[in-house]
């Protein structure tokens, strides 16, 4: 069920990939590989339970950019769109989600 307003997310890192049960709620998790940013993992946000595997290398397509504030709080677009499962479409800015409702 999605949660209607915003939810903060915190950012951490790793640099092996985590198993999908090891993805904390409320988490994004960037794999690192000599220092490159390679993924951004992260549970869908509407508590379907689906891992969501986003690509930040710009070889690979669709891929995401991210972007950190001043206070750390990760920035990733475009929005994530989910276009099976929940369906959900939402935005990641400053740390929090936000839901992009189409009317």
């Known amino acids: 069920m999605m949660e209607l307003g ?4 915190v950012t ?5 990939q985590l198993p ?23 549970q869908c946000p509407c508590g379907c ?18 972007k950190f504030d001043k206070l750390k709080r990760l920035s990733l ?6 276009s099976d499962g929940c369906c959900s479409h939402f935005y990641i800015k400053k740390g929090k989600v936000v839901w992009a409702f189409y009317y």
Do not use: C, Q
């Open 6 to 9: 915003s939810i903060n997310y």
């Open 12 to 16: 951490k890192f790793t640099d092996t």
């Open 20 to 42: 999908h049960n090891k993805i904390p709620e409320k988490t994004i998790i960037i794999v690192r590989k000599n220092n490159l940013m390679k993924w951004a993992l992260m």
């Open 49 to 66: 339970g689906e891992i969501l595997t986003l690509s930040l290398m710009k070889s690979v397509n669709p891929f995401w950019d991210v």
């Open 77 to 82: 677009s475009p929005s994530i769109h989910k």
